[in-house]
């Protein structure tokens, strides 16, 4: 988030629950993976329900991953894995936030089925961001 400058009110990187990953995604219907390579954590994502949204609506979160694990695919995986971690826990609808300077991480959402739409949902309180996507996930 920092290299995009992302940081600050308004961004993701601020939430409560970044210090507090275990307990925020410890529940039912939400789950949060850790990716390492060679032994050393370079990112990881998770979902859980869209706060102030549907119930039956995830939102794919927190994905981060540092310059070394970029490049290899890892985040492609992820996100198959979080995508069939949501279907299997009953959610129909994925969103997720970003930013358009983000110009791969827009790729590998865009290639990965998301479509872009118009306005944010729910109540992330991410105002910084700019750029909202979603995938039906009952199509998939």
Known sequence: MTAYGCVGSGYSITDDEVDQMYQAYSGDRSRYYVVELNGTVVGGAGISQLVGADPSICEL????????????????????????????????????????????????????????????????????CDTYYQLDLTVQ
């Not at 970003?98 to 479509?115: C, I, P």
């Open 61 to 128: 979160k927190k994905m981060y991953f540092l310059p070394e694990g970029r490049g290899y695919g890892l985040g492609r995986e992820l996100i198959i894995q979080l995508i069939a971690d949501a279907k299997s826990m009953g959610y129909q609808i994925c969103y997720l936030e970003t930013v358009q300077r983000m110009e791969a991480a827009n790729s590998l959402y865009q290639s990965s089925g998301f479509v872009r739409c118009d306005n944010s949902i729910g109540s992330t309180g991410h105002g910084g």
